[in-house]
């Protein structure tokens, strides 16, 4: 049974930065990439930024580029969200989730291409 489980929220101040872990776990087969989506309180889920598990390709959503990195640690199966210059829009909770088939690089952000999603992390930006 595959198990995504996200971790490293918390409340942090504007400005600051804070540093989510997904760890996977349970998969016998290498899995496509991994996706972090965010929820926040009465808006839809969308998508934040992905990893490819081949070579490691990245990409964003505009409203993180240049202040949130995407990782992984193949040796721990765990994909770091690391955020920085943090404001409270983007106050929610914050999903990983994992893919196991090939789809097209720009589809990462359709959640319908992930076969498992995470619990989630609330992560509250807040003075």
């Known amino acids: 049974q595959v198990q995504l489980v996200e971790s490293g929220g918390g409340l942090v101040q504007p400005g600051g930065s804070l540093r989510l872990s997904c760890a996977a776990s349970g998969f016998t087969l290498d899995y496509y990439g991994i996706g972090w989506f965010r929820q926040a309180p009465g808006k839809e889920r969308e998508g934040v930024s992905y990893i490819r598990r081949s070579d490691e390709s990245t990409s964003y959503a505009d409203s993180v580029k240049g202040r949130f990195t995407i990782s992984r640690d193949n040796v721990k199966n765990t994909v770091y969200l690391q955020m920085n210059s943090l404001g409270p829009e983007e106050t929610a909770v914050y999903y990983c989730?994992?893919?196991?088939?090939?789809?097209?690089?720009?589809?990462?952000?359709?959640?319908?291409?992930?076969?498992?999603w995470g619990q989630g992390t609330q992560v509250t930006v807040s003075s």
């Open positions: 989730a994992l893919k196991v088939r090939p789809t097209s690089f720009s589809g990462w952000i359709r959640e319908g291409s992930y076969n498992y």
